[in-house]
């Protein structure tokens, strides 16, 4: 059984540029969110999608944008990169009839020189 | 922002020894569940408390939950070197999870 998948591992980008994130659920869930992760800090919540919506949203600027497919996979987009953008990036599913079983990927580590 | 805040921030054992963290929060919440993260890698599930339980085992987890202080502990017994990691609570109420800055646990062989 598939847990969740996160792509790239490894990410070194340059100010300003643009980077895209990929996840693929655990099978059988329906919901992806994304966090945030600084060092030594705990994740801070992006957003999540059901239903390839936007359901819900934390405080990032719109910079952060997403998407997710029909296939309930899911990517987030980063825009005009800035320093303080470098952090670890957790992809994180679960089922919407059953909020509270969240499994989380291994996450993308984002560097930005 | 962030909903708990963990404390201590880090905490060194020696192993067979038990660790136990703390957690506060904030808001009114549906559960509180603590996660383990190795190394800056992905979060592990460990337990969930739900808001009208008070205490919950797993083999050598015990979580307890205080509703009315708006805290909860864990307690790892007999602490083993593979124990060493970040541990996290994190809260889950009208918004998915949210996070505490986590403990730093070091268990020293």
């Known amino acids: 059984d598939a847990g969740v998948t996160q792509s790239p591992t490894h990410l070194i980008k340059t100010r300003g540029q643009q980077v895209t994130l990929r996840c693929s659920p655990k099978?059988?869930?329906?919901?992806v969110s994304w966090y945030q992760q600084a060092l030594g800090q705990g994740p801070q919540f992006i957003f999540q999608y059901y239903e390839e919506e936007e359901r819900q949203r934390g405080n990032f600027p719109d910079r952060f944008s997403g998407h997710q497919f029909p296939n309930y996979s899911s990517e987030l987009n980063v825009n005009a990169l800035l320093l303080g953008d470098s952090a670890l990036y957790l992809c994180?599913?679960?089922?919407?009839?059953?909020?509270?079983?969240?499994?989380f990927g291994s996450g993308t580590r984002l560097t930005v020189v | 922002s962030q909903q708990g805040e963990e404390d201590p921030q880090a905490l060194s054992i020696q192993e067979g020894e038990n660790a136990t963290m703390n957690c506060s929060y904030k808001t009114s919440i549906n559960n509180l569940q603590w996660y383990r993260q190795n190394s800056g890698r992905g979060l592990v599930h460990l337990i969930l408390i739900r808001s009208n339980e008070r205490e919950k085992h797993s083999g050598r987890l015990r979580v307890t939950l205080d509703t009315s202080k708006k805290s909860s502990s864990l307690l790892i017994t007999a602490s083993r070197a593979a124990d060493t990691a970040s541990y996290f609570c994190a809260t889950s109420g009208n918004t998915p999870l949210v996070f505490g800055k986590g403990t730093r646990l070091s268990v020293i062989a």
């Open positions: 099978s059988g869930h329906d919901t």
């Open positions: 994180a599913s679960s089922l919407a009839r059953a909020p509270y079983g969240y499994t």
